[in-house]
Each structure stands twice: as C-alpha cells, then as structure tokens.
C-alpha cells in the first residue's frame, strides 16, 4: 500500500501544472458586467461572427482553453455556441455541435429554460 501511495505522490508531483493564461483585460471587464449587459455582449460576439442570435439565455463561463476564456450561450433562434475570448480582445464563435469533432471542450449547457407563451398571444 505505501509503495502504491508513493508511486502516486511522485507520479503527481511530476506532472505538470496547467498554467492558468495571463490576465485578459477583455475577459475581466466581460465578468464585471451585470446579467443583462454580459448576455448582450456575448450575443453581440455571436453575430459579429456571422453567426445567428435571437433571444439569448444567460451565458456560461466555461473556464480557460489554451489562452482564451470560453463562454457557452444558448440562442432562441440560432443554437448553442462555444464562445472564446482571446487576449486581444477577439472573440471566436463555434456551434457547440462541432466541438467534439474540432477536439475543442464541450459546452455543457445546462437544459434550455422554457418560456410559457404570453396569454392574449
């Protein structure tokens, strides 16, 4: 048992940290928006990418990829999307269908929220 507790201890100390990418300015002030103002700029990257964006439900945080920040977001209509930030302030859109291909994370949302229709409608 010790001799297996000891391999384990030094095969761990030997891996190596996955170092956290620099601060990103983008990023920080992206967190710092309230709900509202975070989802309308990440709905603003989604179509600035050329890709569609309706109604967007609130954004996830994903944590980091390589040097970007991802996000995920669900639109009504369009999709779910990937969304990285990169240190320049660049933001990369990728349908959350093609990440597995792209050997990119997976988005994990969380089950879409569903909207009861308005009465009068």
């Known amino acids: 048992?010790?001799?297996?507790?000891?391999?384990?201890?030094?095969?761990?100390?030997?891996?190596?940290?996955?170092?956290?990418?620099?601060?990103?300015?983008?990023?920080?002030?992206?967190?710092?928006?309230?709900?509202?103002?975070?989802?309308?700029?990440i709905r603003g990257a989604i179509g600035g990418n050329g890709q569609r964006c309706g109604r967007i439900e609130p954004p996830v945080y994903r944590g980091t990829y390589k040097n970007t920040f991802m996000w995920a977001a669900r639109c009504q209509p369009g999709g779910e999307y990937a969304i990285y930030i990169g240190p320049d302030g660049s933001a990369?859109?990728?349908?959350?269908?093609d990440q597995a291909k792209l050997?990119?994370?997976?988005?994990?949302?969380?089950?879409?929220?569903?909207?009861?229709?308005?009465r009068g409608s």
């Open 1 to 41: 048992m010790r001799i297996v507790l000891s391999v384990t201890l030094v095969l761990a100390a030997a891996a190596p940290a996955r170092a956290a990418p620099p601060p990103n300015p983008y990023q920080q002030r992206l967190m710092a928006l309230d709900a509202p103002r975070r989802a309308a700029a």
């Open 92 to 97: 990369q859109v990728r349908p959350c269908a």
């Open 103 to 118: 050997g990119l994370p997976a988005c994990n949302l969380p089950p879409p929220t569903v909207t009861k229709p308005r």
